[in-house]
């Protein structure tokens, strides 16, 4: 019998949404500075630098040490745990850092994908055990919000139901838990774009995944208006042969968006996928500028295609620290601009630069 289950107070609801709302200012998107430890090491590996908890702190304060210019810029950050409890060279805890500028502090809360039984290749995302007490204790340590990743594969035969049932159900999971503790659950959805596939599967496999994704936070009661969205952009395949302008993938996202995931939603934040910095910034702009009717704020939560640059700038020489920060800012502005619909692309779009895609990513 369907009965109304006790839910959030009032109280509860309004910071939720306030504080989704703050993340998402107009303008403002979200740094993903989330990588684990065994993700840093294929970055840091990429420019011959160690993978040390030094060199990692190193480099996460080359992000967080900033000038003002990125206050208007970001409203989130996505932390990883030991990046939670590091500090500056001067000893500044990097949240207090990152809340001094009046941005929010985001914890990444799951811990991996592990192999689906039954299933081609799939996956589901584990690290709900425990989570409550985490919750808890990330809220008492700075944390306003949430991210957490489930991974799907497009093939002949994936995703399969089992995969798409499993991995909504476990994202609503988590978002309910997440807010039982007064932190905004980021839901992150990714389908990869590894294959061959066209943008036209592409937009039928988001819609089905994001379909059952919000049946799933129906049923678990969450609370949309305290949630942030973090999909895929509807794009091709990597190895598709068609190659589709930046306008055919904004119309695909947008009319997957309005097919699937309701209006109460705070926020969308776009996940960048493997895209070149100027690939994922052409694309969000093309998406914010989509003549299609768009209820949600739409943004970025990018992690290499906001830093990919400065860490090629870095390769861990102190005296390129400051050259470094200069390329995050540039890029923090770009995207700033994109999610406004206001970036002038021009016409060196073929131009995209270095690739960040890597096959089965993963964090």
Sequence with gaps: MTHRSPTLSEAQKKELHEMALRIVSPGKGILAADESVGSMAKRLAQVGVENTEENRRQYRQILFSADERINSCLGGVIFFHETLYQHSDNGVPFVKMIRDRGILVGIKVDKGVVPLAGTYGETTTQGL????????????????????????????????KLAITENANVLARYSSICQQHGIVPIIEPEILPDGDHDLKRSQYVTEKVLAAVYKAMSDHHVYLEGTLLKPNMVTAGHSCSTKYSP?????????????????????????????SEEEASVHLNAISNCPLAKPWILTFSFGRALQASALRAWRGHKENEKAATEQFIKRAEV??????????VGDNYGEVGQCNYGSSYAY
Excluded: H
Aim: hydrophobic share 40%; proline share 6%; aromatic share 8%.
């Design 129 to 160: 055990d425990g989570l409550s007490e985490r919750c808890a204790q990330y809220k008492k340590d700075g944390a306003a919000f949430a991210k957490w990743r489930c991974v799907l594969k497009i093939s002949d035969t994936n995703p399969s």
């Design 247 to 275: 306008e055919e993938v904004a119309m695909a996202t947008v009319m997957a968006l309005r097919r699937t995931v309701p209006p109460a939603v705070t926020g969308v934040a776009f996940l960048s996928g493997g895209q």
């Design 335 to 344: 995207n700033s601009l994109a999610c406004q619909g206001k970036y002038p």
